[in-house]
């Protein structure tokens, strides 16, 4: 009985850790960032062109110089492992707020992003502004997809091993659930590294964009995605752990 509710709570807990697991996986915001890189253009409107803000001064024709909006101010940025997306947005609105799906307005324009969190150069590959950061690359790529694999795996291992009460399944089930919670730790903790140490977050944000703008003020923050992820870590790592000793326990019972 005592078993059978341990495995229950674990079920439950393992669950939701693993739907963490996968919903920072499959959506885009790991990182958010919002930049001024924009604003208004002067606009010179010559003599003789027929315009509603022309008019006649003294009889004759006169230039008028009028500040036309080229595009909101504020663009907003948000990004994961499959793509990497950016949008004219809200300046009033915190970015956090603002990248929410229901307030992103059209036009919105994405890139693939599995190279996540190195950017996606426009030239030479690697980037020669990115070289420091070139490690990342393969680890980002390899240590999601193996943190992903080893949650789905667990959890396949765990639901065949509830009606036969097979303390390998269990052991082996808690084990990758273990290994996938070890497996986002070092992904988010990789994360962290990338955005507070190894990387100039302002360039990749900006990048080609950055010449024409180099006192934009920028604003990078962590996203929903990489919340949810953390949030995953300890409820799978405990379910894990709580299938290991059932398997333990179910083994010593034989």
Not at 5 to 18: D, E, F, S, T
Not at 74 to 90: A, I, N, Q, S
Not at 124 to 145: K, Q, S
Not at 202 to 225: D, F, M, V
């Amino acid at each position: 009985m005592k078993t059978g509710v341990a495995a229950l709570v674990a079920g439950i807990v393992g669950g939701i850790g693993v739907l963490c697991f996968l919903l920072s996986f499959a959506t885009d915001y790991w990182l958010l960032a919002s930049d001024d890189c924009g604003g208004y253009v002067q606009l010179e409107v010559p003599a003789g062109v027929n315009t509603s803000m022309a008019g006649q001064v003294n009889g004759t024709e006169a230039e008028v110089v009028t500040a036309v909006p080229a595009l909101p101010p504020v663009t907003l940025h948000h990004e994961g492992f499959f793509w990497r997306c950016w949008f004219k947005g809200d300046p009033s609105l915190h970015v956090v707020w603002a990248v929410l799906f229901t307030n992103q307005p059209a036009p919105k324009f994405c890139i693939h992003g599995y190279l996540f969190p190195l950017p996606i150069a426009v030239g030479p590959v690697p980037h020669p502004d990115y070289d420091a950061t070139a490690v990342f690359r393969g680890f980002w790529t390899m240590l999601i997809i193996l943190a992903v694999t080893a949650s789905v795996t667990g959890g396949f291992l765990l639901v065949c091993a509830v009606p036969f009460s097979s303390d390998k399944l269990y052991k082996a089930g808690g084990a990758f659930l273990m290994t996938a919670a070890c497996l986002f730790l070092a992904l988010v903790g990789l994360f962290v590294l990338w955005k507070e140490v190894a990387a100039d977050v302002g360039k990749y944000i900006l990048q080609e964009r950055g010449e024409t703008c180099p006192n934009a003020h920028l604003e990078a923050h962590y996203g929903w995605s990489f919340m949810v992820a953390a949030a995953g870590i300890p409820l799978v790592l405990l379910s894990g752990l709580l299938f290991y000793f059932i398997g333990r326990h179910i083994q010593r019972r034989k």
